[in-house]
């Protein structure tokens, strides 16, 4: 059987779904309540839409169409991951050693770091509803991003695991 990178450091054989350990960070950047609800209200347009030719149709289609707009508002939004040495953020994902110290920002910092403060040279993922902001300053010098702005629920937690991930990456193994 050929080595590939899933069987890779098991001798051959999968590793057990259970036995992975998991990421040091996690985060899902849902949307807010107030964006669900809304996305909630196609529902009784729908079934408005589809009342004159039968009401049981309208109904079901009403309540089939809510339920897969919030199904997917919630599927697609983006995932937030340090995990390996690797920040993931959404679909875009970098390597630890190449971002400098983390800058947490909440309050009026967070407004600025998403507003005037924005670097137009820099990669963002930015959710509206979402309060907290982390910098990540880009050190590759063939980079030419200048930092990560990442919208966080818990902007502390993302800095302190992508902080302990650099220290992990930069110590060496015996």
């Not at 839409?49 to 897969?68: Q, R």
């Not at 995932?79 to 009026?108: M, N």
Request: proline share 8%.
């Amino acid at each position: 059987m050929q080595k590939t990178a899933r069987h890779a450091g098991s001798g051959g054989h999968p590793e057990p779904r259970g036995r992975r350990e998991r990421p040091r960070y996690r985060e899902r950047l849902g949307p807010s309540l107030w964006i669900l609800c809304a996305a909630a209200v196609t529902a009784p347009m729908a079934a408005l839409v589809l009342s004159p030719f039968d009401t049981t149709i309208a109904l079901v289609a009403g309540a089939a169409v809510g339920i897969a707009i919030v199904g997917l508002l919630v599927l697609t939004s983006p995932i937030l991951e340090v995990d390996g040495g690797e920040l993931r953020a959404g679909r875009a994902h970098i390597g630890v050693e190449f971002l400098g110290a983390p800058e947490v920002h909440t309050g009026d910092a967070a407004r600025h770091a998403r507003g005037a403060g924005l670097d137009p040279r820099g990669w963002h993922l930015i959710r509206g509803g979402i309060d907290g902001v982390v910098v990540l300053p880009v050190t590759d010098p063939d980079d030419p991003t200048a930092a990560w702005t990442i919208s966080s629920r818990t902007p502390d937690r993302l800095a302190a695991a992508v902080r302990q991930a650099q220290a992990t990456r930069s110590t060496p193994r015996r």
